[in-house]
Nanobody, 116 residues
């Protein structure tokens, strides 16, 4: 089975940093896009950042210049979060778009809390 394991969430003061990681394992043979979404209480889930197999990245306007997404050759995606703000507080979800098999997958989510 396919599994996405997320780590790196936690509690940090405003202005601090966290680094999230997500490792995909199982029957995923070719991954196209990997990304991070987040959802705060009462809000819809929103795209934070994504990165393609070719290394092309996209960011939400709210995190541009503060967050950096990256990936390695072992089906792992990272999200470096700097200059964190209280409004960044949310559950962050890893997402994987698979070419073969053709499918997509979600992680279980990791809590990020930024105190003021």
């Amino acid at each position: 089975q396919v599994q996405l394991v997320e780590s790196g969430g936690g509690l940090v003061q405003a202005g601090g940093s966290l680094r999230l990681s997500c490792a995909a394992s199982g029957r995923i043979f070719s991954i196209n896009i990997m990304g991070w979404y987040r959802q705060a209480p009462g809000n819809e889930r929103e795209l934070v950042a994504s990165i393609s197999r070719g290394g092309i990245s996209n960011y939400a306007d709210s995190v541009k210049g503060r967050f950096t997404i990256s990936r390695d050759n072992a089906n792992t995606v990272y999200l470096q979060m700097n200059s964190l703000k209280p409004e960044d507080t949310a559950v962050y979800y890893c997402h994987v778009d698979s070419v073969w098999p053709r499918n997509d997958y979600w992680g279980q989510g990791t809590q990020v809390t930024v105190s003021s």
